[in-house]
T-cell receptor, first 111, second 119 residues
Framework: LAKTTQPISMDSYEGQEVNITCSHNNIATNDYITWYQQFPSQGPRFIIQGYKTKVTNEVASLFIPADRKSSTLSLPRVSLSDTAVYYCLVGDLAPGYALNFGKGTSLLVTP | GAVVSQHPSRVICKSGTSVKIECRSLDFQATTMFWYRQFPKQSLMLMATSNEGSKATYEQGVEKDKFLINHASLTLSTLTVTSAHPEDSSFYIC???????????????FGPGTRLLVL
């Protein structure tokens, strides 16, 4: 299983862009990179998923360099409601494979 | 997107009793479901993989006789905490894989979690 390393915590002001980088040096060929958001006492919520290059959806962008040994989640113009824990997960998407969670990054957004 | 539900959302029980938590995939069939446990201020820890029609696979250190998992249908998995003790108090989260999802879509859906408090 590919191990992930992310900053324990980050702080940001409202309206700023936040970039959270995750290292996954031993990512396997079949592995995808998935980011989840979690609020206290709630289940994780899917943000974005990718395999290589750049992926963008309505809430975030995911940048993956060619060697795939790291990835960066970019949250544009964060608001107070983006205060949460963000998890970077790396794994096979085949039905029998579970996603294993690392420690995550606790993001605090302040006015 | 697909929805996974859990019931109950929270439960309080006395030490020594058993508690059952249900996990349902509401609009897709899941041959595999997963059970996680999360203690305060910690990350989610995978407990077991639940396979429809067969025995669950438990992670190292998780007692299979204490945490009974049944996956009797393609939309329902249950976790029973037997003879619960205060140290079993935690947030239990299930998830399910949609086998029809593609690589750039959400493939593993998480339930809202069940808060268990054992007195």
């Amino acid at each position: 299983l590919a191990k992930t390393t992310q900053p324990i915590s980050m702080d940001s002001y409202e309206g700023q862009e936040v970039n959270i980088t995750c290292s996954h040096n031993n990512i396997a060929t079949n592995d995808y990179i998935t980011w989840y958001q979690q609020f206290p006492s709630q289940g994780p919520r899917f943000i974005i998923q990718g395999y290589k290059t750049k992926v963008t959806n309505e809430v975030a962008s995911l940048f993956i360099p060619a060697d795939r040994k790291s990835s960066t989640l970019s949250l544009p113009r964060v608001s107070l409601s983006d205060t949460a824990v963000y998890y970077c997960l790396v794994g096979d998407l085949a039905p029998g494979y579970a996603l294993n969670f690392g420690k995550g990054t606790s993001l605090l957004v302040t006015p | 997107g697909a929805v996974v539900s859990q019931h109950p959302s929270r439960v309080i029980c006395k030490s020594g009793t058993s508690v059952k938590i249900e996990c349902r995939s509401l609009d897709f069939q899941a041959t595999t479901m997963f059970w996680y446990r999360q203690f305060p201020k910690q990350s989610l820890m995978l407990m077991a993989t639940s396979n429809e029609g067969s025995k669950a696979t438990y992670e190292q250190g998780v007692e299979k006789d204490k945490f009974l998992i049944n996956h009797a249908s393609l939309t329902l998995s249950t976790l029973t905490v037997t003879s619960a003790h205060p140290e079993d108090s935690s947030f239990y989260i299930c998830s399910a894989r949609d086998p029809l999802s593609s690589g750039l879509e959400e493939t593993q859906y998480f339930g809202p979690g069940t808060r268990l408090l054992v007195l």
